[in-house]
């Protein structure tokens, strides 16, 4: 059985390049899956539609929002398993930790408030999503997240959306993830300096079991 290994953070943090990385220098077989799968789900649509406000007042529904990310994973939860069992790592880019992180942050409540723990019942024991063996948190000022954000709208030739351009959002989800790394919640974690990741020691650490 693989392990199941969640990269979180700001928008901007650098969590694919971090995931290119790691998928190259982790021993074994590697599965990557990245969340929201807005070409793959149609919760993850909505998701989108709603944060380019394409969806009336969805946005203005933090729980709302949060059940069609959860939906999401809930959908993609057996292609875990699945992949748990012939890979030795699952690497996800965001997972239940940003719903709870960005939720919280919305409704102003630190790591740990009442929606937090509304996510973990929803999707770990309702949903019964595979938890985290451990999860990463790629941490990087809010200034810097911003940067890269808008660097990669222009690369990418897309709009940012609703929580991108929020930069009060995302300087106190930072602090919810704070919390959550903190409190190692839902598995063990690991802050990772964003600004410089030293992605052949993290590789090492977490292929020690760490």
């Known amino acids: 059985m693989g392990r199941l290994i969640v990269i979180e953070g700001l928008d901007g943090a650098g969590k694919r390049t971090l995931a290119d990385g790691l998928a190259a220098a982790l021993p074994g077989t590697v599965a990557r899956l990245a969340f929201p799968r807005y070409d ?5 649509e909505l998701v989108r539609d709603a944060l380019h406000g394409r969806m009336g007042d969805l946005l203005g529904s933090v729980h709302g ?11 993609a939860a057996s292609g875990i398993r699945d992949a748990l069992a012939t890979h030795d790592t699952v690497l996800v880019d965001r997972y239940v930790a940003s719903g709870a992180a960005y939720g919280a942050a919305r409704l102003h409540q630190d790591a740990g408030g009442e929606f937090v723990g509304w ?12 938890v985290p063996d451990h999860q990463l948190y790629l941490r ?4 810097v ?3 890269r954000a808008v660097h990669r709208e222009r690369a990418e030739a897309r709009g940012r959306d609703a ?3 929020d930069g009060g959002l995302q300087e106190r989800t930072a602090a919810v993830y704070d919390g959550l790394a903190a409190a190692s919640w839902l598995s063990p974690w690991t802050v990772v300096d ?5 992605v052949p020691a993290v590789a090492a650490r977490l292929a020690a079991g760490c």
């Open 140 to 143: 990087v000022p809010r200034e």
């Open 65 to 75: 929002m949060a059940v069609l990310f959860a939906l999401d994973r809930r959908a």
């Open 194 to 198: 964003g600004t410089a990741a030293d």
């Open 40 to 44: 793959d789900d149609v919760h993850a």
């Open 163 to 165: 929580y991108e351009t």
């Open 145 to 147: 997240a911003a940067a």
């Open 119 to 130: 996510v973990r019942e929803l999707e770990i024991h309702r949903f019964g999503v595979p």
